[in-house]
């Protein structure tokens, strides 16, 4: 990629709510042509993808390489969504931004309250790409 194309959505920020590959792929593409991705991750364990090289029968490595290149150039954030302050953070988080990336089940979006409506309530023309890797619910 030129040098050129890393600045063409330079002033985008994009909240991603995401785990494993598919959606946290989306959002690397967007940073790569340099929006503000900030990924969300809950505590303890960060996005699954963060240990999948230590899984038994995958090939062993001692650096996440799978979790790297779906999440470089990315502010990474921790929240714990069974806390109510941290639906609160991510609510004023969004109110600067327009685009919201999620991989999460349908279930744990509605949950979480972090679906299209709600989300919408807090930003004008927002942006939301949900992304469901195995399906619905």
């Known amino acids: 990629m030129s040098e050129n194309n890393s600045a063409l959505l330079e002033g985008?920020?994009?909240?991603?709510?995401?785990?494993?590959?598919?959606?946290?792929?989306a959002g690397v593409v967007l940073s790569d042509f340099g929006a503000d991705v900030i990924k969300i991750e809950p505590p303890v364990t960060g996005d699954l993808n963060r240990n999948w090289h230590k899984i038994p029968g995958l090939p062993i490595s001692?650096?996440?390489?799978?979790?790297?290149?779906?999440?470089?150039?990315?502010?990474?954030?921790?929240?714990?969504?069974?806390?109510?302050?941290?639906h609160e953070a991510l609510c004023k988080l969004e109110k600067g931004s327009r685009h919201f990336i999620?991989?999460?089940?349908?279930?744990?979006?509605?949950?979480?309250?972090?679906?299209?409506?709600?989300?919408?309530?807090?930003?004008?023309?927002?942006?939301?790409?949900?992304?469901?890797?195995?399906?619905?619910?």
């Open 62 to 86: 001692e650096i996440p390489y799978a979790f790297q290149m779906t999440n470089r150039n990315k502010r990474s954030l921790v929240l714990d969504f069974k806390n109510s302050d941290a």
């Open 12 to 25: 985008i920020k994009v909240l991603e709510l995401t785990t494993m590959v598919f959606g946290p792929a």
């Open 102 to 137: 999620t991989n999460y089940r349908l279930d744990a979006v509605s949950r979480l309250k972090i679906d299209y409506e709600t989300m919408k309530a807090l930003t004008q023309n927002l942006f939301m790409r949900l992304q469901l890797d195995t399906g619905k619910g």
